[in-house]
């Protein structure tokens, strides 16, 4: 019955999604909302210049609205119905802050690329405002879950799955370190952004492996809204994939970071984060490695350009076969998660 609603939202998803991309494209370069290309930028993506961004808007509206117009009526005819499917109270709370998390994430995106395209200051919000920010809504998020989890019996707060391992407690050791690892897989997904459909196709396949485990864990209403997320991507995909009509801007890349940490966390398997989603850390680490090597060695570079898509590009890769290594290699570590989670049932 579940795979049934996931297959619903998906498409409700779906539609909305590449209906409001059809709306939403010509809207946008009619108010000029372009892509700049920046001079420290790759410099054979100029062409891409004038490009409509902001386009997360579109999806997070997609999925947002498939999740208002279809989890009410799975709840009323279905979890009202059959005891099978109903969940503890602190679940669908664990969802709720979830989702509030990730639609705040997409608001620091929307206001980073309102500054950098309305009021034209081309690198937008600067890097401590930014943290400041994703700091105080995870750290809201966190709390949210200490308490759905306190006040409703739930597992030990401080405590989390481990494949192979089973249940490990972290302490308060656990809250600094969920903190850390939110707000680098949303600013790790913000850095796959860089070519056309790279950020959307990956994070598709990461919600489709999320959506499995969720399935295999029992816990239906967290498949489902996995579903929702995977319509919404493959409907700005369309648009989106090279070459692209529309960039999803910070608002989508922040958004989708944050919507695949409340899955993770809500599964309570937030360490599933950098295995599923290995190309947005090998993009983050490129980052970090290419800086630190560059101060090192006093001006050296270990990579031609990063993040690591872009070294790629200047081996002579298209953006379409990046694509397709670096989804082939999520789907492989996504295989192997689902493997790994098995072993906990």
Same mark, same amino acid.
């Given at each position: %019955? ?20 059809k709306?939403?494209?010509?809207? *946008?370069?009619k ?8 001079e #420290?930028?790759?410099?054979?993506h100029?062409?891409?210049? @004038? ?5 997360g808007?579109? $999806?997070? #509206? ?28 602190? %679940? ?14 997409g ?13 034209? +200051?081309?690198? @937008? ?9 994703q ?14 989890? !306190?006040?409703?019996? @739930?597992?030990?707060?401080?405590s ?7 249940r ?8 600094? *370190?969920?903190?850390i690892?939110? !707000? ?5 997904v913000?850095?796959t952004?860089?070519?056309d ?8 396949f990461?919600?489709?492996?999320? %959506? ?7 816990m ?15 409907? $700005? ?10 960039f ?9 970071g944050? $919507?695949?940490?409340?899955?993770a966390?809500t ?10 989603? #290995? ?21 050296? +570079? ?18 379409m ?9 999520t ?10 989670? %098995?072993?906990?049932?």
């Amino acid at each position: %019955m579940a795979s049934v609603w996931v297959l619903i939202i998906a498409l409700v998803s779906f539609f909305i999604t590449w209906l409001l991309g059809k709306k939403a494209i010509p809207y *946008l370069h009619k108010l000029k909302y372009g892509q700049t290309i920046l001079e #420290i930028g790759p410099s054979w993506h100029k062409n891409k210049q @004038g490009t409509p961004t902001m386009g997360g808007i579109i $999806f997070i #509206i997609g999925i947002y609205i498939s999740i208002i117009v279809c989890m009410p009526i799975y709840y009323l005819f279905v979890v009202n119905n059959n005891m099978q499917y109903h969940e503890p109270p602190f %679940m669908v709370l664990k969802i709720i802050a979830g989702l509030l998390m990730a639609v705040a994430y997409g608001a620091i995106g929307f206001l980073d690329d309102y500054v950098k395209i309305v009021k034209k +200051r081309n690198l @937008g919000l600067t890097a401590l405002q930014k943290l400041i920010l994703q700091f105080l809504v995870v750290g809201s998020y966190l709390l949210s879950l200490y308490f759905a989890e !306190v006040t409703y019996g @739930g597992t030990n707060e401080t405590s989390t799955l481990i494949p192979f391992f089973g249940r490990v407690d972290f302490g308060i050791f656990y809250w600094p *370190l969920a903190a850390i690892l939110i !707000v680098g897989m949303v600013n790790a997904v913000n850095l796959t952004d860089g070519i056309d459909g790279l950020s959307t196709s990956v994070t598709f396949f990461v919600s489709v492996f999320f %959506m499995l485990i969720a399935g295999f864990l029992s816990m239906h209403s967290l498949s489902i809204i996995s579903g929702a997320l995977i319509g919404g991507c493959f409907g $700005f995909l369309i648009y989106n994939m090279h070459p692209a009509k529309i960039f999803m801007g910070d608002t989508g890349s922040l958004f989708l970071g944050g $919507f695949i940490c409340a899955i993770a966390f809500t599964m309570d398997i937030p360490v599933l984060l950098p295995i599923i989603g #290995i190309i947005y850390i090998a993009e983050m680490l490129s980052v970090i490695i290419q800086v630190g090597y560059f101060k090192l060695t006093h001006g050296k +570079r270990l990579f031609k350009m990063s993040p690591l898509h872009h070294h790629f590009e200047m081996c002579g890769w298209s953006e379409m076969k990046l694509c397709i290594v670096f989804d082939t290699v999520t789907i492989i570590f996504g295989v192997l998660s689902v493997i790994s989670v %098995m072993y906990l049932l």
